[in-house]
């Protein structure tokens, strides 16, 4: 049965629960024990005291290589996990595997939200596999497929809902406006099935200035202008996230007024791919970090590029692969990169994912598997 996001309780509470009697039990042991210990050592690195560092644990992304689809692991510091999208099908359960292998990185034995941004197979064709790998508490989705004249989509929906129907999992319609309850941030869903939301998130709401420069374009009539999008808030820390939502939705959310406010993390919309990432919404939301989750041939479209590294308060740019469209003048530097031109060729690519940690003072650290190098991104004062 399909339900609102807001019918049935969630786990959140409980964990919640749990988390604050663990955090305070902590808190009563250091303070009685380990004070004598900390404090010699706070006095012998000034420096440390001078810029502290947040002692609050992160949330965690795992962007997955698969190949130019979209997979996404969001893991709370409550453990709690989202993952967004499974990539293709077939190729002998690759992406589910690459999924896997992230899930036990971060030690998890379950998932307890899939979102599903649509029907496209490079979104939804792993969930077949993945649900023989590890349990899924809650699909959310944004109901049917409306794009049924295209057959891989409407076999990607079907093989869905025979997994749905098979399933003790709860079955979840996306609403634009309703949160995801995970315990400690506000996972809003802003886009679902070609809406959405007519209320600007807390702080949003201001003229786009950007709007009037950007040009319209008809609207999309694919599963992709129907993405389920979400924003992520961690204390200062803010993520978006919207699938393959399309340059004509992007619009919506954004002119006359911006309705998302600014962004810390972008994670590029469609793979970098030409019907997205419109200016009106990169200037927009102006990130300081966006993550592209591209493949080699498919997505980091030159003019998307520009866009994103033209970006108002753009610090880097990372993409999960070298872009043969992109050539020599469209691709960040390699330590910017998961995986090399020509990784796709050899075995699959090498499947090397980006890592990031997101605080709740704003500060970001990402992490490329390839080179196994961190970079991080203060916060802003």
Known sequence: ??????????????????????????????????????????????NFRRHPVSLAKPLTVYFVDVEGGHAALYVTP?????????????????????IMAVVKHADLDHIDYLLITHYHADHVGGVPNLVQRIPIGNFID???????????????????????????????LARPGETIPLAGLTTT?????????????????????YCKTTPTRPQDQTENGRSDGIVLQYG???????????WDREMQLMCPDNRLGRMDVYVVSHHGWYPSSSPAFVDGIAPRVAIMGNGETKGGTPSVWDIIEKSPRLKDLWQLHYSAEGGLQHNVAAAYIANLKGASIKNGSDGHYIRLLAYPDGRLVVYNSRTQQSKTYPAVQ
């Not at 604050?20 to 808190?27: E, F, L, N, S």
């Not at 807390?202 to 200035?209: I, S, Y």
């Not at 200062?236 to 399309?246: A, E, H, N, Q, Y």
């Open 1 to 46: 049965m399909t339900r609102s996001m807001q019918s049935f309780p969630s786990e959140a509470s409980h964990r919640r629960q749990a988390y604050g009697t663990k955090v305070a039990a902590i808190a009563v042991f250091a303070a009685i024990f380990l004070a004598p210990v900390l404090v010699p050592a706070q006095t012998a690195r000034p």
């Open 78 to 98: 409550s453990h709690q996990s989202l993952l967004v999208d499974t990539g293709w099908p077939d190729h002998n359960g690759r992406d589910a595997d690459r």
């Open 142 to 172: 944004h109901g049917p497929n409306r794009e049924t004249t295209n057959a891989p989509t409407q076999q990607g929906f079907e093989a869905y809902q025979a997994v749905l129907a098979h399933s003790n999992a709860k079955h979840i």
């Open 189 to 209: 869903i802003v886009s679902a099935d070609g809406k959405v939301i007519a209320t600007p998130l807390p702080g949003a709401g201001q003229p786009n200035p």
């Open 236 to 246: 200062k820390t803010r993520i978006v996230d919207l699938g393959d939502l399309t």
